[in-house]
């Protein structure tokens, strides 16, 4: 079914820091909209403003058949319950419930990290790839995995930024060494302000300090980015995909964080496939258009 043919959806994306929402018709973005998740202000606020953005869209857009709701954490798509976040630190939010009674809309849900992994795949950089490996680095790290050219949709899969990298740092999931101590976004930021004694307020301003010369932006970022190449180089070696699509706001960096990537790929790698490695197609609106494929799907 071509995008002109679909009907329209919502697709609400919920991350650590933003609700993106959109008015969808496939892959076409008609409208956006963005409500802060204010994690600070507990879980159930969280909880509390993914329901004002999903009421909020569906009477500013009444057409809509049907809307999609994905989340970070454990996501149970046959109950409908965000089971666990440590980053938001919600827990058994029955989203599909309550987003339904609150809009008398059909919901779709799942995993914002795989409902982009799914955009990717059908209207993305990952078109045309049986097997391919989705990885936003933003507030968390986690993996989309698709094998031939299915969608693996366990709750607990893709959980890449556990993966033991022997950072130094605390994790926020209690675990000492994780990817995601090193490598998200917030990482970066508070481990360069803490090494430079800087009051920086975002990773990209680390990233430009480092291109600036900057020599403790340059060690941190450099730390950062070998954490995210070791970890693919592993991932590469259990399950050999086509294609590796970086999404989230670190991947904005570009080249500042493929090449070097790459680099170390060409230090690790014999006899293996060696992956395509690209930036997301869809960008940051990759979950929010998994989020609307989503709800479509759940009224068919």
């Known amino acids: 079914m071509s995008s002109s043919n679909q009907e329209l959806t919502i697709g609400l994306d919920v991350g650590g820091t933003e609700i993106k929402a959109g008015l969808l018709r496939g892959s076409e973005i008609i409208a956006t909209r963005r409500w802060a998740t204010e994690r600070e202000q507990g879980p159930d606020h969280a909880v509390g403003q993914v329901l004002l953005a999903a009421k909020s869209m569906s009477q500013e857009f009444p057409d809509a058949i049907a809307v999609g709701v994905v989340v970070p954490g454990v996501v149970n798509t046959t109950t409908g319950v965000a089971e666990y976040s440590e980053n938001i630190g919600w827990k058994n939010v029955p989203f599909v419930k309550l987003v339904n009674e609150l809009t008398g809309l059909t919901v779709g849900f799942g995993h914002d990290v795989r409902a982009g992994g799914v955009a990717e795949t059908m209207y993305g950089a990952g078109k045309g790839f049986s097997n391919s490996f989705f990885m936003p680095i933003g507030t968390g790290i986690a993996g989309a995995i698709v094998l031939n050219g299915e969608l693996f949709d366990d709750p607990y899969a893709g959980e890449i930024g556990h993966l033991d ?8 999931c209690g675990v000492m060494g994780c990817l995601e101590s090193i490598s998200t976004g917030p990482s970066i930021l508070r481990i360069f302000n803490e090494k430079s004694g800087s009051q920086l307020t975002s990773a990209s301003q680390v990233v430009e300090e480092a291109k600036m010369g900057n020599s403790i932006a340059q060690e941190v970022w450099k730390q950062s980015v070998e954490a995210i190449g070791f970890t693919l180089a592993s991932y590469i070696n259990i399950l050999a995909p086509e294609i ?11 080249d500042a964080l493929l090449v070097p990537i790459e680099k170390y790929l060409d230090t690790r790698l014999t006899f293996q496939r060696r992956p395509k490695l690209v930036v997301a197609e869809l960008g940051d609106h990759a979950g929010m258009i998994g ?8 009224t068919q």
């Open 165 to 172: 990298v022997n950072s130094g740092y605390m994790c926020a």
């Open 244 to 254: 590796i699509i970086l999404g989230g706001g670190v991947s904005k960096a570009g």
């Open 291 to 298: 989020a609307g494929i989503f709800g479509l799907r759940a």
